[in-house]
């Protein structure tokens, strides 16, 4: 595989990125761990996301994503909690348990040619399942309320994996976690499989006919993206030290995932990034909006809280009906067009 | 914990079957929809939501309950035909998930809609039917009223899919939606009408829920995956077949339920549902595609 070509545009978009924190300590002293958290949200959940449109981009709608970073999570908390074992160890056996899953139920759905509705409902009861055994091994999970990881020390310690009291620290790793997954996607969006894949995507006889193995293919990128996932799942229980069936598992959270990655755009590298920039910020500006103004406030009263969720639902029907290919993809067709300086022939 | 086959076993079986009618009741409107538009309703529970929360309000405003259910009704099948004009119409003709997706959309709406309006505290009508007491088993009058009024629902859908001319033409579009046009079917209006009845069943199983259940926001994420699998282990727009599946689901959960834990006999419900797809793809009952 060829090495990737990087561009000007991509070192300063990095740099960019990893000055934030910098920015952030200049501007807003006061309340640098607010936005700190923030930030660690939005590049975590993009990199949640990446993982989703890998496979998402193919045609392969799931819901079950939820069941992977659910997986991963709760593996990793689990083992570190009852078995002393060390997240070093745990998450790869979380991300391998989660590939093994997604292969598990893949197999059989592209052999028998399950897409479309059938799929998307398929895994939507993985999810399900996922969730209803987490909440039913309440012994060792703490059921529907959550649990936490055990913490160790003063809350950093590199053994456990554990460095929630440090922002500065936090951020960078999920920086590093993050530009992972976009060099993951780079390299299957420059590979064969890739083009495979589309062609599977298009029509699914005639790839298979032209002598693509469809469903390897497809089985190969299900294992890469349920592993993704699963490993966005365990840095998020690393990081918020709480882990619960219907924040890090669930079906609200698959279709958060899905709708996320469909606000920014399914298929660029970014896409998945400005759907979590996306949605992030309509959630916290929302509520600081309503928290800062005191007739809103009165106005709107305790169901201020669910005001971001209203928006967010009516903005994804817009969305799905208007802009299919998200803000990203949208936003570079007309500047497509605009370079072009002529009239549009779609 | 243990499982023994005595009478509170017999009873759990009961349970089940009674459970099933309301489970098979939602699953024939979203079947409805699938057979005839093509699309999954994913938001169909969160109609319903709309429908137990409109016989609330109605009658605790003083209505008597079968009025109030018949404003729920009215409720869910005009916001079925809102549904279908305002969301799915526009993207009719674009991938199939996208239509999907679209109302998983319309899913957030109304639960933020109905959080921030009625509040996230459990919510209950406050009619008690008492129960049925045979042999030291009790069954609940409320589950066995839903259990009849769901089979009744379900007959009269039969009946008028097989008797009236408008059900003739909805059976007959279900079967080929690109011949019908051209033979002076109007499908935009069959779509509507086919949308009224699917939010009108919805309102029906409202009206035996809340005499059931209490109401709450999310009431649809636990039902809503449930009613998904019985259409789909039936096939997809095989309505007979969503009603066998109701009961065979409805005992795994029953049985389940009273040898372990409620979830674990979701649980099992669920891998059941995983497993039979693989087997057989195109659902249980479902024809070669």
Redesign the interface.
């Known amino acids: 595989m060829s090495a990737l070509r990087v561009r000007p545009a991509a070192v300063i978009g990095i740099l960019a990125v990893a000055a934030l924190p910098l920015l952030v300590r200049l501007v807003f002293p006061a309340s640098e761990k607010y936005y700190l958290h923030l930030l660690i949200q939005i590049l975590l959940w993009a990199f949640i996301y990446t993982g989703w449109s890998l496979m998402g981009r193919f ?1 392969l ?1 799931s819901l079950g994503h939820g069941a992977f970073t659910g997986i991963g999570a709760y593996t990793t908390v689990m083992l570190w909690n009852f078995a002393g074992l060390t997240p070093w160890l745990g998450i790869p056996i979380g991300i391998m348990l989660a590939s093994i899953v997604g292969v598990l ?1 893949g197999y ?2 592209f052999r ?3 897409t ?3 799929f ?3 895994t ?6 996922v969730r ?2 987490i ?2 091994l309440r012994d060792y999970t703490g059921g529907s309320l959550g649990t936490q990881p055990k913490r160790s020390g003063d809350g950093i310690s590199l053994y456990a994996m554990q460095f929630e009291p440090d922002r500065m620290l936090s951020y960078y790793i999920v920086f590093a976690l993050w530009l992972f997954g976009l060099y993951i996607w780079l390299r299957v969006d420059r590979s064969m499989d890739r083009y495979a894949l589309d062609a599977a995507s298009q029509d699914e006889d005639a790839a298979a006919s032209v002598g693509i193995d469809v469903t390897r293919e497809k089985l190969k990128i299900t294992a890469l993206s349920s592993a993704l996932c699963a490993f966005g799942g365990a840095v998020f229980a690393q990081y918020q030290m709480y882990i619960g069936p219907d924040t890090i598992a ?3 959270l698959s ?1 958060n995932i ?2 996320a990655v ?1 606000a920014g755009g399914m298929w660029t590298l970014l896409g998945p990034t400005v759907g979590a920039v996306f949605t992030q910020v309509l959630a916290e500006g929302l509520r600081v909006a309503i928290q800062g103004s005191a007739t809103l406030k009165g106005l ?1 009263g ?9 928006i ?6 817009l ?3 208007y802009m ?1 290919k998200g803000i990203l993809g949208t936003g570079s067709d007309w500047w497509r067009r605009l370079r072009q300086r002529g009239p549009a022939s779609s | 914990m243990d499982c023994q086959l005595d009478v509170f076993f017999l009873e759990a079986i009961i349970n089940g079957l009674l459970l099933a009618g309301l489970l098979a009741l939602l699953a024939l409107g979203l079947n409805l929809i ?1 057979g005839v538009i093509d699309v ?1 309703w994913i938001c169909y529970v969160e109609l319903v939501m709309v429908g137990m929360y409109g016989i609330n309000y109605a009658y605790k405003g003083g209505a008597p309950f079968l009025l109030a259910a018949v404003f729920g009704i009215l409720i869910t099948a005009l916001a079925g035909v809102l549904l279908h004009f305002l ?1 799915i119409r ?2 009719l003709e ?5 239509q ?3 109302t ?10 109905a ?3 009625f ?1 996230i505290e459990f919510r209950n009508v406050g009619i008690r039917l008492g129960s049925m007491n045979v042999a030291d088993m009790s069954f609940s009058w409320s589950r066995i009223l839903a259990f009849l009024v769901a089979l009744g629902g379900m007959l009269a859908l039969w009946q008028f899919l097989k008797r009236t001319y408008l059900g003739t033409a909805i059976r007959a579009i279900a079967q080929d939606r690109q011949i019908m046009p051209l033979m002076g079917v109007d499908s935009r209006r069959l779509y509507l009408v086919t949308s009224a009845i699917g939010g009108g069943l919805a309102g029906l199983a409202a009206t035996l829920m809340v005499l059931q259940y209490d109401i709450y ?1 999310q009431i649809g ?1 636990q039902f ?2 449930l009613i ?2 019985i ?2 282990l039936g096939g ?1 727009g095989n309505m007979i077949g969503g009603f066998i599946a109701a009961f065979i689901i409805s005992q795994f959960i029953a049985v389940g339920s009273s040898c372990f ?1 409620t ?2 006999g ?2 099992v419900a ?2 059941f ?2 497993v039979a ?2 087997i057989r ?1 195109q659902g249980l009952f479902g024809g070669k595609t």
Do not use: K
């Not at chain 1, 305790?302 to 209203?310: G, K, N, P, R, Y």
């Not at chain 2, 674009?94 to 996208?98: A, D, E, G, L």
């Open positions: 045609g709608t139920v059989p759905c028998l040619r399950i479309g509705h059938y998307a409902l398929l939507l009861a993985l999810t399900e399942f209803l055994c909440v039913g669930g079906l609200g279709l899905v709708f469909i709107l305790s169901s201020a809280l669910a005001l971001d969720q209203a967010y639902g009516l903005l994804l029907v969305f799905i009906i299919p | 699938f999954v969301v526009p993207v674009t991938p199939p998930i996208n999907l997706l679209v998983g959309g319309v899913l957030f709406l109304l639960q933020a809609l959080t921030m309006a509040g926001p994420l809503g995956p998904f699998m259409c789909v997809l834990h979830e674990w979701y649980a669920f891998l549902f995983m797809i693989f793809p």
